[in-house]
Each structure stands twice: as structure tokens, then as C-alpha cells.
């Protein structure tokens, strides 16, 4: 019997999350960051795992790839580094090319599961040298390797799913990425509060999507991540966003604006998520 490949050690830090939709002249210059992947940020200070990956058709999960958006989910081993970072040419590259962008700084709060063979752990206070906790919107980060023969099934939840996220009251911002055509999907959505992301894990479809998946065993590997935001800037889908560390949410925003509603495959988010959320 082959051996099971060990786990790696469990990942702990904060976490930076980059969305782009990069301007039409910069689309192979962002081709060429999906083709590098992390091996250009070996030598940056602190940076202990980063992912660049792909979207669907308009930063969805869709069959149908998209040939401007794209993400980065990286985590640090220290605040301050995570910060600098964004100021880095590395990130300011990005910014110069993209249509929209947006970025966040984000702790860990939950996490349950693997990805790559590796668990994710809460930040631990030494990780933020000192800053307080803010009081500002939640993100969820949930990721899958799609079992290859089960791909088809896991994507007939697909249009349903993606029409039900883009109505949830409280989500702020979603978007769909992948590392793989197919079978490797990950989402990440930004909401209001605890209780519209627990409203949406068990609504509707996500409660025959999740059944679907787990009874069929969709995936070979999960994770499930919830985090509280620290810091966000930028532009998404024409909406403004900013929290600064420290601070409280930004006081130019509207709070009686409608949620940003993204296209984005949200079956992988209901199968991880309605697990997860029964122990909120």
C-alpha cells in the first residue's frame, strides 16, 4: 500500500488577499504573473506561502475563463511585513495595470481543513506586534481540489449557485479563482457580518449543493477559512472600499449602499461552508 504524503507544518500569520481586473493592454503581462506563479516573490521579507491564480468570466466561477481578473492570497509572518508589502514594487505593479484593485490585510480567526496538505491556524497576537483587533467587515476563504472524475457533477451546481451568492444580503464583495482549469477552485467573499454569512450557508441551494457534495464526495482536499479584516483599500466592481488598520469602518462609506454583487461559483463555498458554519 503507498504511503499517505505527510502534512506540511500548519501555516499561522496574516493574511493578504489581492484582487485584480487588469486593463485590456496589461492582459499578457498578467498572463506571464499566472505563468511565474510565486517563484517572483521568493525575496520578499516574510512572506511564508503565496498562490497566484486565475477566475472565471468576470472574476466568477465559470467554465469560461477570464482573461483580466486574477488573485494573490499570500500570508506573513508579521504584520508589519504584510503592510510593507503592499507598498512594494511587487504590489504597485499590479496597481499600475489593472482596471480595478483591491486589497486587504486580514487575521485569522477559524480555519478547518487543508490546502496543499497544509491546515491554517489562527493569528496569534505575537504576528500582530501590538494592533488591535478592528471591529470591521468578515472574509471567508474556502479552496478544493475537485476529485477529476466528479468534476462535471460538482459544476452542474454551478448557475444556480452564482445567481443565489449575487442576491445574499450583507455579501460585500465575492470572487471566484482557481490554480487549475476545473478542479481546483477556491472563492473569496467579504461580509457584512456574522450573521448574513451564516444566513447564506444554509439557504436554498447551498443546502443541496453541500448535501451533493459530501454525500458524493466531491472533494479530496478542503479548507475552510473565516478572518476579520484589518485593512482594505481599493476599487471592486465600481464600489470604494477602505478600512485602515486600527480604525473603524471607513466613515466616507454609505452604509445604506447596495452590496457589491459579484459573479462567482459559490457551490464550493456552500459545501465547505455549510459543514463549517454548524459549529458557529
Excluded at 466561477?61 to 514594487?89: K, V
Excluded at 488591535?132 to 444556480?160: E, H
Excluded at 454609505?254 to 463555498?269: G, T
Amino acid at each position: 500500500m503507498e504511503a499517505a504524503t505527510p502534512l506540511h507544518d500548519p501555516l499561522s500569520g496574516v493574511v493578504v488577499v489581492l484582487l485584480v481586473d487588469f486593463l485590456r493592454q496589461h492582459q499578457g503581462w498578467g498572463w506571464l504573473r499566472l505563468v511565474a506563479g510565486a517563484t517572483p516573490y521568493k525575496e520578499v521579507p516574510g512572506l511564508t506561502s503565496l498562490k497566484v491564480m486565475g477566475s472565471g468570466h468576470g472574476g466568477g466561477f465559470s467554465l469560461r475563463p477570464s482573461a483580466t481578473h486574477q488573485g494573490l492570497i499570500c500570508t506573513f509572518s508579521h504584520l508589519d511585513l504584510a503592510l510593507n508589502f503592499l507598498d512594494s514594487p511587487w504590489v504597485q505593479a499590479y496597481r499600475q495595470r489593472a482596471r480595478e484593485f483591491w486589497s486587504g490585510v486580514l487575521t485569522v480567526q477559524s480555519a478547518r481543513g487543508h490546502w496543499d496538505k497544509q491546515s491554517w491556524q489562527p493569528t496569534a497576537e505575537p504576528a500582530l506586534q501590538g494592533q488591535a483587533q478592528t471591529q470591521g467587515p468578515l472574509a471567508v476563504l474556502t479552496r478544493a481540489s475537485i476529485v477529476p472524475t466528479k468534476a462535471m457533477a460538482f459544476w452542474r451546481y454551478a448557475p444556480a449557485a452564482q445567481a443565489e451568492l449575487s442576491e445574499s444580503p450583507g455579501c460585500m464583495l465575492a470572487m471566484g479563482l482557481g490554480e487549475a482549469p476545473l478542479v481546483r477552485q477556491c472563492t473569496f467573499s467579504l461580509w457584512q457580518d456574522t450573521a448574513a454569512m451564516v444566513q447564506y450557508a444554509h439557504q436554498g441551494v447551498h443546502q443541496l449543493a453541500s448535501a451533493a457534495a459530501y454525500k458524493h464526495q466531491y472533494f479530496s482536499e478542503s479548507l475552510f477559512v473565516r478572518m476579520q479584516v484589518l485593512q482594505m483599500s481599493g476599487v471592486w466592481k465600481g464600489r470604494t472600499f477602505g478600512l485602515s488598520a486600527g480604525a473603524g469602518t471607513d466613515p466616507d462609506a454609505d452604509p445604506d449602499a447596495d452590496p457589491v454583487q459579484a459573479d462567482v461559483h459559490a457551490e464550493l463555498a456552500q459545501a465547505v461552508m455549510h459543514r463549517e458554519l454548524s459549529h458557529v
